[in-house]
């Protein structure tokens, strides 16, 4: 398990209502880090999985396209700071896009298991996505409103009765795509790596495209497998798999292709 893992607590639900090229366009992670608390003892957690092949080939790019990734690497080395206001001030906007109707009591507050932490201070399941996956959090509540909404407050499919928490399986999508997409290391090695960098040197939101159409996929195939939070580990592996799969066809020439983009809706 990477020391930037978290834990996982189930949810019961009570209630159902509650995108590299050589330009860089600037705007504004296999893991899941998951315990035994969240997943059950004895089950293991898919980061822990490592493949044989760590001699994999590597694809070189060009200046401009380093200076994109690098830009995503310094997004993905931040980690979540309480005491630095802009994070506060993304956690509270946070709140105020998943719940608008309802005034925030505090940073630190009960309030925040409404919508998936793991207790009262989300900043302690950070760890596992660092401020970026709080950036994910808040680009999807901003673009696919929708598609925020009804996964936060599960409202469709048939659910079952102990389901994910929203925001801490936020934390690990983004933590699963660092991973998939090979982003810490320093040329990507694979191609799917090779081919999400040609979609980020034309759009640098990519990344946090991505994040939503996986978020919506992932969803998609809990619902499709019927799964409980027993089965997160296996949903995720699932969802990596397809996601693999749509950003290597031949015709994808932007995220906004991909087959499960269809599934967001805002």
Known sequence: MDDRGGSFVAVRRISQGLERGNTCHSTSAEVVA??????GRGLSCVCAQR?????????????AQEDCLQRLQNRIDIAYDSSIPEHQNALRALWNAAFPEEVLRGLISEQWKEMGWQG????????????????????????????????????????SVWEYPFAVAGVN???MLIQMLD?????????????????????ESAFDLLYCI???LMDHQWLAMRASYMDFNTVMKATRRQLERELLLEDITRLEDLPSYSLLAR
């Open 120 to 159: 009262k201070d989300p900043s302690t399941d950070f760890r596992g996505g660092g401020f970026i996956s709080l950036e994910n959090l808040l680009f999807f509540a901003r673009s696919f409103p929708k598609s925020f909404q009804d996964l936060l407050r599960k409202q469709e499919g048939d659910r």
């Open 34 to 39: 998951g315990s035994a608390a969240w997943l």
């Open 183 to 203: 982003l810490e290391a320093v040329k990507p090695r694979t191609m799917v790596g090779a081919t999400f960098l040609k979609f980020l040197s034309e759009n």
């Open 51 to 63: 493949r044989e092949s760590d001699a994999r080939p590597s694809f070189d790019l060009t200046p």
């Open 173 to 175: 999508i983004t933590f």
């Open 214 to 216: 996986t978020f919506k």
